[in-house]
Nanobody
Framework: QLQLVESGGGLVQPGGSLRLSCAASGFTLDYYAIGWFRQAPGKEREGVSCISSSDGSTYYADSVKGRFTISRDNAKNTVYLQMNSLKPEDTAVYYC???????????????????????WGQGTLVTVSS
C-alpha cells in the first residue's frame, strides 16, 4: 500500500519556525517528484514547494521563496519542509504528495499531467498566530 504520512504541524507565533516531515511507505520517494501543498480555509489548494523527479531541482511559490526550504532524505524515505519567518497568512493544512511518473518541480506544484498518478498524505495543520 502506497502511503504518505505528514507530521510536524502545530501552533507557532509569527516569525517562528516549523519543520514538517512526510514519510513514505510502500514506494521509494527518490524516484518521483515530491511536493508540499497547502490549503487555507475558503481557498484553493496551492503548491508551495516541489522537487523534480529527475535532477532534484526545486521550485518554490513566490509567497514562500527565501523562507521555506524543501529537502529529501533518501535513507529515511522522507521529505521535509523547513518553514522560517512564518506569517499568519501561512496558516493552512499542509499536504505532501508524490507523483508516480515524471514531473519537473514546477509541474509538480501546478499539478501538470494526469492526476491519477498522484499519492497524497492526510495533511497536517499549521497555525501561525500570536
Amino acid at each position: 500500500q502506497l502511503q504518505l504520512v505528514e507530521s510536524g504541524g502545530g501552533l507557532v507565533q509569527p516569525g517562528g519556525s516549523l519543520r514538517l516531515s512526510c514519510a513514505a511507505s510502500g514506494f521509494t520517494l527518490d524516484y518521483y517528484a515530491i511536493g508540499w501543498f497547502r490549503q487555507a480555509p475558503g481557498k484553493e489548494r496551492e503548491g508551495v514547494s516541489c522537487i523534480s523527479s529527475s535532477d532534484g531541482s526545486t521550485y518554490y511559490a513566490d509567497s514562500v521563496k527565501g523562507r521555506f526550504t524543501i529537502s529529501r532524505d533518501n535513507a529515511k524515505n522522507t521529505v521535509y519542509l523547513q518553514m522560517n519567518s512564518l506569517k499568519p497568512e501561512d496558516t493552512a493544512v499542509y499536504y505532501c504528495a508524490a507523483y508516480l511518473g515524471y514531473r519537473t518541480g514546477q509541474a509538480m506544484c501546478v499539478r501538470s499531467g494526469p492526476v491519477d498518478l498522484e499519492v497524497w498524505g492526510q495533511g497536517t495543520l499549521v497555525t501561525v498566530s500570536s
